[in-house]
């Protein structure tokens, strides 16, 4: 057990790295000299636990060459009936792909990269149908190379690529942590409504920031870790439970019920977007989720630290220090700046136009338009654009996995899976065959460490088989299915991008997590179908 949470500890530092914020992190402990104590001590701990270089370079291999072995298992395999070959043998890669995003021996987008690349060049064979091939006046390479890249002319990876930058003019003028700190310096003396600061401040950053990693990571996280120490509890100790399990706890549920209370919020939720129009044909705007899970979210964000304080309970009360520390924070920052004031005024108006003006200016290139204004007001400069390691890397990586989610629809794979899942669930009543596909899309996160890995290996199949069932109100379940990806990452310690930050903070054992996982995530299910799918059939 505690090398599996030594494990985690690892992976909630990559995560951090990976969101580019691993430099506000590492200014908590400068505020904390005990909690970096225990912290170093803890790392030093699994460092002289880590198994020896020749181990670690053997599970590697193991892990690379595993997503290789299965794609040639599936394409040893028979062809099932009413299939094409060469679709087989493109759902074999494109298997292959979802292995190595799951384990993960090299960076996502690697994993997808290489997936397109292997298809364009065998295309012949993966990609395109006999017919297609016997035509005079069509080009192989071209048509390859033009499907390979097709992700990256996609609308909706250019609006993840932008609200990354909005991302990262609220880490450079310091607004998302001013806003914060406000919420902290007002709520902050008694422990619940502490617990309502943090639910309030990641609210507030949620529809700008379409990582959770990099919002709750990367701008709460570094806060609320400098407050468990002002109530006499610390990382890895008894006292933890005085007050900092609670809170951990409030911030990892905020941050799942945030990122799918917003389409903008979580990044997983635009390629669920894209997905959605290119299987089913229904375009899903912002003001449509927004609307879709409405009372859900409400609900959730005004009871759910009243929540964790009735399973979770802190020991500690009431404290008068954290407003003080808050408010001395505030000072250290000083007046709103003018970039600050700009940076404002501009995703405000992103939102404007994303809400009400999606049918004249696509959303995406709202978004253009914003970094362009943020450019040439100097609240982001070149610089921030092209060294943004973690915008690149998402928009790389998002790009491959549309591109091969599109060509599992274009070899015609989609469309039969639909045809054989209806048959097998032929009999049922639609209401409860929408249900069970429902709770099983849910329930199958578990074995999923990554929210893409799960939308691109299980959206496609699950919403073709609900359209090929006759009676089930296709726009309803859209909306069940991709509003779910954000509140089903509490259910694990690896569910979400910040799970393993948070689980790695010394202030959630093991135990505890997995029990308030499994609390939160049934009340989570419970709650999208007894309150959302109502409020949608009512809706839409």
């Given amino acids: 057990m505690n090398a599996s949470k030594s494990a985690y500890k690892r992976l909630g530092r990559n995560k951090i790295q990976e969101t580019g914020y691993a430099g506000n992190i590492n200014r908590i402990h400068h505020d904390n000299f005990k909690a970096q104590a225990m912290t170093n001590t803890s790392t030093i701990s699994a460092a002289a636990k880590a198994p020896p270089p020749k181990a670690e370079n053997k599970k590697r291999f193991i892990l690379l060459f595993l997503p290789i072995l299965i794609s040639i298992v599936i394409l040893l395999l028979p062809v099932p009936a009413g299939l094409e070959p060469y679709a087989w043998h493109f759902f074999a890669v494109f298997v292959g792909v979802i292995v190595g995003l ?8 690697v994993i997808g990269l290489t997936g397109v690349v292997v298809i364009a060049l065998f295309s012949q064979w993966l990609l395109f149908s006999p017919a297609e091939m016997a ?4 080009k192989l390479a071209g ?25 990262a003019g609220y880490d450079k003028t310091q607004f998302g942590r001013r806003l914060a700190l406000i919420l902290v310096k007002y709520l902050g003396r008694r422990s619940l409504t502490l617990g309502y600061a943090i639910t309030f401040a990641d609210l507030l950053l949620a529809p700008f920031t379409p990582s959770n990693t990099a919002r709750s990571g990367g701008t709460i996280y570094p806060i609320i870790a400098n407050l468990p120490p002002l109530y006499g509890s610390l990382p890895n100790d008894p006292s933890s439970r005085k007050i900092g399990s609670y809170l951990m706890w409030v911030a990892i549920s905020a941050a799942c019920i945030t990122s799918s209370m917003f389409l903008s919020a979580l990044a997983p939720n635009l390629l669920a977007l894209a997905l959605v129009k290119s299987i089913i044909g229904f375009e899903i705007s912002w003001g449509m989720w927004f609307l879709a899970f409405l009372p859900l979210g409400v609900l959730l964000i005004l009871t759910m630290p009243l929540l964790a304080y009735w399973f979770y309970p802190p020991e500690v009360k009431v404290n008068d220090e954290v407003p003080k520390w808050a408010a001395a924070e505030l000072e250290k920052l ?3 700046s003018r970039n600050e004031i700009l940076l404002l005024l501009f995703v405000c108006s992103a939102l404007l136009m994303w809400i009400f003006a999606a049918a004249w200016i696509e959303p995406a290139m709202a978004a ?16 921030d654009i092209v060294s943004n390691k973690p915008a690149w890397n998402t928009f790389a990586w998002f790009a491959t996995l549309v591109a091969l989610a599109d060509g599992l629809a274009r070899v015609g794979f989609i469309a039969w899976l639909g045809k054989e899942g209806a048959a097998l669930l032929h009999g049922f009543d639609p209401q409860v065959s929408a249900v069970m596909l429902l709770v099983a899309f849910y329930l ?6 990554s929210t893409t890995a799960h939308t691109t290996a299980l959206l496609p199949a699950t919403l073709t088989i609900a359209a090929s069932i006759p009676g089930i109100n296709m726009p309803v379940f859209c909306l069940m299915m ?13 569910g979400t991008g910040p799970s393993p930050i948070y689980y790695g903070s010394g202030y959630l054992p093991t135990k ?3 029990r308030m996982g499994t609390i939160f995530g049934a009340i989570f299910l419970c709650s999208l179908m007894l309150i959302s799918y109502p409020w949608m059939v009512l809706m839409f």
Wanted: aromatic letters at 20%; a negative charge; hydrophobic letters at 55%.
């Fill in 368 to 383: 253009l338009l914003v970094i362009i204004l943020m450019l040439w007001t100097g609240v982001l400069n070149w610089n």
């Fill in 102 to 109: 799951i384990f993960e021996p090299l960076p996502g987008a």
């Fill in 444 to 449: 199958l996160h578990y074995l999923f460490a």
């Fill in 334 to 336: 000083g007046k709103l």
């Fill in 135 to 138: 035509d005079p006046k069509f």
């Fill in 143 to 167: 048509q390859s190379f033009q499907w390979a890249v097709s992700g990256f002319s996609n609308s909706t990876v250019w609006l993840i690529f932008g609200a990354f930058m909005f991302a």
């Fill in 512 to 514: 505890d997590y997995w």
């Fill in 482 to 494: 991709v509003t779910s990806l954000g509140v089903m990452g509490i259910i694990t310690p690896y």
